[in-house]
């Protein structure tokens, strides 16, 4: 019997808060623009040579540009980013070559702090995913990201973002490999609507 009052009482609770005047009131705005990274690869990379499996760590570059898409409300940020990135990484024993092109997406959540009217800190986390179509056999990879940085507005419809960005999961190449990247990511953005 418990279990049936959960349900409605939970949808009484959800549809009360979405009916309070201040959320039919918020707007949520959305921006669209630009967004360029760069930064360092460390890669623990897992592969079987003839008879063993072994394990080699492999640093490099990458370097990534793309489309940003934001909303803002308040001091919660939404980001959605859609990048091209190029891996510049040694190779592997055997000769496998780590340096791959791929797609990358990534989803934020931040805070920001305001530090006063045009001047943001930030602070968020997400996920990344990255995936084919690459440059050589890649099986695509992913895993949490997290970001500190600053939102700057340059007039009422502009806006620069600034991060530092860290994000470890899965190298979609060998067996069981993983990638920690980091480094910075720059973007503009132009306020293009209102939800």
Known sequence: MKKFWILPCTCLLVATFLASPLWSEEHFY??????????????????????????????????????????????????????YIANSNGAAEGGRDTSVQHLLYTFTGKYAYPLGSRFFATGGIGLYIETPPATASYDGGGGPLMTAGCIVSISPDWKFIFDLQGRYGQFGMGEDSTKLSYGINVGVVINVGRI
């Open 30 to 83: 959305t921006y669209l623009g630009i967004t360029l990274g760069g930064g360092i690869n460390q890669i623990e990379y897992s592969d079987w040579f003839t008879d063993h499996q072994e394990t080699a760590n492999i640093s490099g570059t990458y370097y990534s540009g793309g489309m940003l898409f934001a909303v803002f409300v308040r001091e919660l940020v939404g980001e959605f980013s859609l990048q």
